[in-house]
């Protein structure tokens, strides 16, 4: 006689489709921040303002895009994730959308610099390191890596697309399209987001279902946020943390994100093939982003952050010379080469953050996030002054390079605990501060 035993059907487990919103969301943040790029010459020659003012309401946008996110990560310890999220998509959909209607440069700084950026800044990548800490054990360095490379994905999807529209139909259709945009990702975030595990009866992905479930912390979200810097600011691998990210900020979303394309217009270059090529930017990013992930769960994140930095700032050195008036295979090769490492940097940080500083690993992140946006927005207005005083960028290039190569040194310096010892034992102690 043949018993048989009925097959059994494997579950998808919650925690990828959590992600999966993440994504979404995150993909969204990234495109939504970096649309002014596109808006800077169309701004320029309708309202006759200089790159230096326009830049100046980008870097209110990148200041509050990072300054924003340890509050964030607090709120949503506080709150939940579904409802801060939500929340910000209404705020980047209301600034965009009131950006259509300004005749003055101060209603950009409001719209675009404080509204879209309290917005995006609420669902940066605090909110990918929040995702992980809470529904990933298993695959949490692939999983940073994924959702950190949303961010790429945003920009692939959004900067052609916005630079047709901007010299098409006008500037002002593409800030309808992103008001539009961020509307549309509100119901997937409310219907099909949740906060934890337990909200639906399940534990994060590779958890012991015995472990000891962290309740929410009910302390107000700002004293949180600022309680938690002030333990971890009494540490020095905070500030090599803080320092490296800073100079990652400046090199990426302040320089090359915001003055990439007006400093390929310079030389000739069309808007919408500069745009394509930051897209492309975007596709190797994926790639050399999930990559990353994967690698921090395998070598140590220190060692990571110093080759990034290294080869970021050798590449930035080179880029003046390649400018052209049409895509030469020399910039092709600088485009895949720096989009591999955009924003690569992110795992090991996210590691890092979370060995030295355990369950509070994702605010000191949020810290952290926040200097590479005040680097970001630091680099964008100086470099847009260096654009109207000098005539050129190349010394503002010159100078972000050789910042990477101080960021790669002050990353080997990071002290930080070994990879098998469990991350909370590492949070804020006597003996963390002592390995600083």
């Known amino acids: 006689m043949t018993v048989s035993t009925p097959l059994v059907r494997r579950r998808v487990h919650r925690a990828w489709f959590v992600a999966g919103v993440a994504f ?4 969204g943040a990234a495109g939504f921040r970096a649309t002014p790029g596109v808006l800077i010459t169309p701004l320029q020659q309708e309202f006759g303002w200089s790159a230096g003012t326009i830049s100046l ?3 209110v946008n990148l200041v509050l895009y990072g300054l924003t996110a340890p509050f964030a990560a607090a709120l949503m310890d506080r709150f939940g994730m579904r409802r801060v999220v939500a929340l910000a998509l209404l705020l ?3 600034g965009s959308g009131l950006t259509m209607l300004m005749t003055a440069s101060w209603q950009l700084l409001l719209c675009w610099g404080v509204l879209v950026g309290l917005g995006t800044g609420s669902m940066a990548l605090v909110f990918a390191a929040t995702v992980v800490d809470r529904w990933f054990v298993r695959h949490r360095g692939l999983v940073t890596g ?3 490379a949303a961010g790429a994905t945003g920009q692939l999807v959004f900067l052609p697309v916005l630079a047709q529209l901007a010299e098409g139909p006008g500037w002002r259709f593409a800030s309808l399209t992103v008001a539009v945009a961020a509307l549309a990702v509100v119901p997937f975030v409310w219907w099909l987001l949740r906060d934890r595990p337990e909200d639906v009866g399940t534990t994060a992905l590779g958890a012991d279902p015995n472990a000891v479930k962290i309740k929410p912390p009910t302390v107000n979200a700002a004293v949180r946020a600022l309680t938690v810097l002030a333990s971890a600011a009494r540490t020095r691998p905070f ?3 803080v320092g490296g990210f800073a100079i990652c900020g400046a090199s990426t979303n302040g320089l090359v994100g915001t003055h990439f394309i007006p400093a390929a217009h310079d030389h000739g ?3 919408p093939v500069a745009a394509g090529l930051l897209a492309v930017i975007g596709i190797f990013d994926i790639a050399g982003t999930i990559a990353s992930g994967w690698l921090s769960d395998k070598i140590d994140p220190k060692v990571l952050l110093g080759v990034y930095y290294a080869l970021r700032g050798l590449s930035l050195m080179v880029l003046p010379s390649l400018f052209a008036a049409t895509t030469e295979p020399s910039m092709l090769i600088f485009i895949v080469f720096y989009g591999l490492d955009w924003v ?6 996210v590691a890092l953050c979370r060995r030295i500083y355990g369950a509070d690993g994702a605010v000191v992140f949020g810290w952290v996030f926040g200097s590479h946006q005040v680097g970001a927005a630091i680099a964008a207005v100086g470099a847009g002054i260096t654009r109207d005083q000098l005539g050129a960028y190349d010394l503002a290039w010159y100078g972000a390079g050789a910042l990477c190569l101080i960021a790669a040194a002050m990353s080997l310096a990071i002290r930080h605990a070994k990879k098998d010892e469990p991350a909370a034992t590492a949070q804020t102690s006597p003996d963390t ?3 600083g």
């Open 146 to 148: 994924v959702l950190t």
């Open 269 to 271: 270059m069309a808007e």
């Open 239 to 241: 500030w090599l943390l």
């Open 344 to 349: 690569a940097t992110v795992p090991p940080t």
């Open 433 to 435: 501060r002592a390995a």
């Open 92 to 94: 980047i959909a209301l």
């Open 24 to 27: 979404v969301a995150i993909l």
């Open 57 to 59: 309401a980008v870097s």
